[in-house]
């Protein structure tokens, strides 16, 4: 069992087995890897350790994303004993070794978006990013058409909403027409290791698609998801609330309202404050003024290559 920080245990990780439960069985989801051609390379990191490449599986555009997982606690004792180690050299007090862990310690994270839009190949190249801000006027008169536009799908939200896929991976589920949400772990985090633990609730409600259109009449909703989203938290993972991150994007990556819960210690994309707006700063925000989130101006961070910039720059704002 891993120990956490505190020196708990997580007890409620999920095994290999669990994780890996629904996987087997489905040779055509194989084949979306290993049919895989290369392309090109939209984006590496050496320090995340991941490579996001654009290509192609049998006639479709795919991108397909790479990452080494964290060093798990659990499974450290085994990697020691088990690994083939190889001297790469020696100095001093000092060497340095390859090892080369069993195959089950070795495993790849990979995510595969296929068929992928032009949309999704963009999101990954690098670009240059602007910083706008965003009056309230300017959402209601550039944002919001330009929104309202485009075709971002949110049908793998409702197919998790409507318990179509993912349904087995649901932490938390209030079905509250009005208040209600489910709560489960991005596809970001793998689960194994508490270190970068991010979950993600969804409100059942399809009317809200971001933190602008909150106001007064969401609280409820609001004060039960920071709630039952850290009960829930606490139980399955024994994480406690104060080690918990929890905020909203702005802009965010789908409008289909949903809060992010990850591990204060963690590094998340997108919790930087540009972009992140802590859920207990938007329940005052909302307690103070209901309309605060329809009037405030709001700072953004948008891609050179993001079509709301180009609003942006002809409305000469930036
Ligand atoms: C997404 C933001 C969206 C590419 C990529 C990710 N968590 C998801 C589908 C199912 C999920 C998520 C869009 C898409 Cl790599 C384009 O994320 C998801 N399921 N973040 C979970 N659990």
Redesign the pocket.
Known sequence: MAENENGGSAKRLKTDAENDRGDTGEPSCDSLVSDFEVSRILRDCAREKNIFIHGKVKDQDAVV?LEKTPIRQDTLSELLKSSQVKLEMKNDVYSTYQLRAPAHLNEIKT?V?CPATEK?VKKYLHQEVFLVEESGEDYRKLTLPYISGQSFSVQ?VHNILEKKA?AD?IVFEDPDPDTGFVL?????WDQKQLQDLYL?AIVHRRDVKSLRDLTSEHLPLLKNIRSKGQDAIQRQYSVSPSKLRVYLHYQP??YHLHIHFTSVEYDAPGCRVERAHLLSDVIQNLQADSSYYQNRSLAFPLRADDGLLLKFKEAGKV
């Open positions: 994303i995510t978006v999704h793998w993912e991976r489960l772990p991005d596809f970001k993600i990556s789908y």
